[in-house]
């Protein structure tokens, strides 16, 4: 084989992928912005705090688990606090850290957005698809996944733990917290 070049079928099945990552995540992200004012940052962010113990993470482990430079978790949490969806408060046995928390409207904000992320998923990707079309998908990025984690990543949290639940952690409580 090759090694300098992919082959027909590998070029295809490239293209059609990151066609289908790149659409998808576009719609969402379009979503996001016009009907929520969030960025998918935002979002992300905003996910990962409400399905944590008391709506809160040292910034260093959020960055660590979000694949992201702490450099640009900073400039993230920054436009976040200007706009009043998270603060940050001191990290507990770590003077030099800090915990991104997510404040009251943090919460209103997810808590609103988070039914039509699930929607578009759902219009663009879920029900697109077959239930065999789901398993394979399945299985294909699992095969993917588990190579990532063995060969390229260094014991850190892998992304699906945004996505574990068709829930997020407290939303039955929104006032929680």
């Not at 900073?74 to 998270?86: K, N, P, Y």
């Amino acid at each position: 084989m090759d090694q300098e070049r992919l082959d027909e079928r590998e070029t295809r099945a490239w293209i059609a992928f990151q066609r289908m990552r790149i659409e998808v995540n576009e719609v969402l992200a379009r979503r996001l912005a016009r009907d929520f004012g969030l960025t998918e940052a935002d979002f992300v962010i905003l996910l990962r705090l409400s399905r944590s113990p008391e709506y809160r993470l040292r910034a260093r482990d959020m960055a660590v688990a979000l694949h992201w430079e702490r450099s640009r978790l900073s400039r993230q949490v920054s436009r976040m606090e200007a706009r009043g969806t998270v603060t940050r408060a001191p990290s507990e046995g770590d003077a030099r850290g800090y915990d991104v928390v997510l404040t009251d409207a943090g919460r209103v904000a997810f808590q609103a957005a988070w039914p039509a992320w699930v929607e578009g998923i759902r219009h663009c990707f879920a029900d697109v698809l077959s239930g065999e079309q789901l398993d394979a998908l399945t299985g294909i990025a699992e095969a993917i996944d588990t190579h990532y984690s063995a060969q390229h990543c260094s014991g850190a949290e892998t992304i699906d733990s945004h996505y574990s639940a068709a829930l997020p952690r407290h939303a039955e409580h929104p006032g929680a917290g």
